[in-house]
């Protein structure tokens, strides 16, 4: 996963933090209610990982060339030895990974699913879309947990280079034949909706998380917050747009 144009500003470094943001976790984690929490963020970031190692995979079939397919295969790597970090990260906390990932993978999957790109083209603009996307909502709430989780967070949401690669191939072939870029266009509009309508479902479906977005465990996230932060992460999606060549 990515954010791969940094295209808009989160407060991941949590500067001035309070309350969790400011203790480590094996503080932090004497709340429950917050460890239950960092389970299902780490379990759904786990099984995003893995889903973005298979989808890469998959993608590669598609490349139109030998060298785009090496570079599909080395992101897919990256993203599965970013699966290895949560999974062992898990253990560490005495959690089972698979446990812990179980009830993020029919939601992920289904948006898999109805996302399937039709060629090399929709594939590229989902993986710089879609998950930038996620990218962006995992960085906002990395900004609310304690600072060991948040290290790792941000750690497994390094670019993977996919972005610069998406650009670059996506702006050539519009460059090269114009009429792509209305469908292309519409492709990224259904991905947006399309992602924050899963991420809302998921966060509905887990009483943890969605406390930590809302209040409760994590400090200073309002309602009011919430809003704000939908509101950054469709704004960073337009600029990301807009580098693509595409209107929002």
Same mark, same amino acid.
């Given at each position: @996963? /990515?954010? %791969?144009?940094?295209?808009? +500003?989160? =407060?991941?470094?949590? %500067?001035? $933090? ?13 709340? %429950?209610?917050?460890?239950? $929490?960092?389970? +299902? ?21 598609? $490349?139109?060339?030998?060298? +785009? ?5 080395? @992101?897919?790597?990256? /993203? ?36 399937? =790109? ?24 990395? #900004? ?33 034949? %114009? ?24 966060? #509905? ?37 807009? #580098? ?5």
């Amino acid at each position: @996963m /990515e954010t %791969p144009d940094n295209a808009t +500003d989160h =407060p991941e470094e949590a %500067p001035g $933090a309070t309350g969790i943001a400011a203790q480590d976790w094996a503080t932090a984690s004497a709340e %429950p209610q917050y460890r239950a $929490a960092v389970v +299902d963020l780490l379990g759904a970031l786990a099984y995003g990982e893995l889903a973005a190692f298979e989808r890469l995979a998959e993608d590669a079939k598609l $490349a139109p060339t030998l060298g +785009d397919k090496a570079e599909l295969a080395k @992101m897919a790597s990256a /993203e599965f030895h970013h699966f290895e970090q949560l999974s062992d990260r898990l253990a560490a906390i005495d959690e089972d990974p698979t446990a812990a990932m179980e009830p993020f993978a029919k939601a992920l999957d289904d948006f898999h699913r109805q996302t399937a =790109p039709s060629d090399w083209l929709e594939g590229l603009v989902k993986a710089y879309v879609g998950d930038s996307i996620a990218s962006d909502f995992y960085r906002e709430v990395a #900004a609310r947990l304690d600072t060991d989780t948040r290290s790792l967070v941000l750690a497994v949401l390094d670019d993977t280079g996919h972005g610069n690669f998406a650009v670059e191939k996506v702006r050539a072939a519009i460059e090269a034949d %114009p009429r792509l870029g209305g469908r292309l266009a519409l492709w990224a509009r259904r991905l947006m909706g399309e992602a924050l309508s899963q991420a809302q479902r998921v966060v #509905a479906d887990r009483d943890a998380l969605s406390t930590m977005l809302v209040g409760g465990v994590a400090d200073g996230f309002d309602l009011a917050e919430v809003g704000r932060m939908f509101s950054r992460i469709t704004e960073a999606h337009t600029k990301r747009m807009a #580098a693509l060549g595409l209107a929002a």
